[in-house]
């Protein structure tokens, strides 16, 4: 998905990201960083792409699960965080 997003296929991007989220749901259950990250990385592709109120909508589910499952202080959760923030 990242090599996508460098080359501004943000369509392409956005199902490997998707397909990764799915993935990580099912190995990891949805409470999971690696879930998190996934809806991170949705959040990036949606924010290049433009589609700005896609990628808040990924920004708050990364942030609400990485609050849960990591606190305030998780860098992760600052992260997602700081790009809701900019949206």
Known sequence: GNVYVDLARFDQAIDCFQ???DINV????TK?????EAL???????????????AAGF???????????GGAD????KEAKRRLELV
């Open 74 to 77: 998780y860098p992760e959760t």
């Open 26 to 29: 099912a190995q990891f259950g």
């Open 40 to 54: 991170l990385d949705l959040g990036l592709a949606c924010e290049r792409k433009g589609a700005l109120q896609e």
């Open 32 to 36: 999971s960083f690696s879930a998190a």
């Open 59 to 69: 920004y708050q589910r990364a942030y609400d699960l990485l609050m849960e499952i």
């Open 19 to 21: 397909r990764s989220l």
